[in-house]
């Protein structure tokens, strides 16, 4: 098993989403973050005052899936995130020893 994470940009969430429920993964986490990367941000005007914007609003996709489908998985979460400009984000790949469905008992493969 591994546990892919994704950093994505907020408006490409409901194209990742689809993307991995057309491969037929059922559950995924997803969480509102900030941070940055080689853009390190940018630098904004309000009521005449400059400030610098560090971390932007991002949103981390994460979901573990069976060693059969992660580069369908991966390859699905790139071609629904990219845009091609700066800030498109990052797919993270981790191996997962073990998974417990609470409600079953059931470990491995079958609770994911």
Do not use: C, W
């Not at 904004?44 to 979901?63: A, C, H, M, N, Q």
Request: glycine share 8%; aromatic share 6%; no cysteine.
């Amino acid at each position: 098993m591994k546990k892919i994470e994704a950093i994505i940009k907020p408006f490409k969430l409901e194209e990742v989403k689809d993307a991995l429920s057309d491969l037929g993964i059922e559950g995924m986490t997803i969480t509102e973050v900030k941070g940055f990367g080689r853009q390190k941000g940018h630098t904004e005007i309000y009521r005449g005052s400059e400030y610098t914007v560090d971390f932007l609003p991002k949103i981390k996709v994460e979901t573990v899936v069976s060693d059969a489908i992660v580069q369908s998985a991966v390859d699905a979460i790139v071609k629904a995130a990219k845009t091609g400009k700066i800030g498109d984000g990052k797919v993270f790949v981790s191996t997962i020893e073990n998974a417990v469905r609470i409600r079953t008992d059931e470990t491995g493969d079958k609770a994911v």
